[in-house]
């Protein structure tokens, strides 16, 4: 079954929930928080993103069938991973009956910041597996969000899915048949501002 889904965060500025749900959105992703500044090697300082609250609740008090989140890596070893993931939990905690499809993690790189891309695709798999862990014992899904490039070339994302970790597939600038055709096991598949 195919859904028509957003993802958001305060870069999309103040949005309209009443609209959304009259152009026929089903489900939204929500960005909740970020581990740090995407430009630092140096230690992770969480934050919440400034839209956080007025989206989540906009999604819901209009009648948005779906809602998940997403928190955007910046740790790299096992103890900040793990904090971070507490620190997303803790915040989306009142919202818990809400969020009904995937709490995800967006790990990439910015092109001048190749922090992950350093790292290394086991380094990298452990990582995720040590963030989904603590959100798994909470009683969400667990999913992974990174384009083709950064998926092939900084995971082993076989064993991501082994360990039921979905994959959120951003392949922008293709057209819905050529994403699925390539990596049709993905849970969702994003085109560009909006996925299915």
Request: charged share 25%; proline share 4%.
């Amino acid at each position: 079954m195919n859904f028509n889904m957003i993802d958001v965060s305060t870069y999309q500025g103040v949005i309209d929930w009443f609209k959304v749900k009259q152009i026929g959105i089903d489900v939204a992703i929500i960005k909740a928080s970020q581990g740090g500044s995407a430009s630092s090697n140096g230690p992770i300082s969480p934050f919440v993103d400034p839209s956080f609250k007025r989206n989540i609740e906009g999604a819901i008090n209009n009648g948005i069938k779906g809602i998940g989140v997403y928190h955007y890596l910046a740790g790299t070893s096992d103890y900040e991973v793990k904090y971070e993931a507490k620190f997303l939990l803790e915040l989306i905690k009142p919202y818990k009956a809400s969020i009904n499809t995937f709490v995800a993690v967006d790990v990439e790189d910015m092109s001048k910041y190749p922090k992950y891309r350093n790292l290394g695709k086991d380094t990298n798999t452990e990582l995720v597996r040590a963030f989904c862990y603590e959100i798994k014992k909470e009683g969400y899904k667990p999913v992974l969000y990174s384009n083709k490039s950064f998926l092939i070339n900084c995971f082993n994302y076989n064993e991501l899915e082994e360990d039921n970790i979905g994959i959120w597939y951003a392949r922008w600038g293709v057209d819905e048949g050529i994403a699925k055709t390539e990596e049709p096991d993905m849970i969702a598949w994003q085109f560009g501002r909006c996925f299915v």
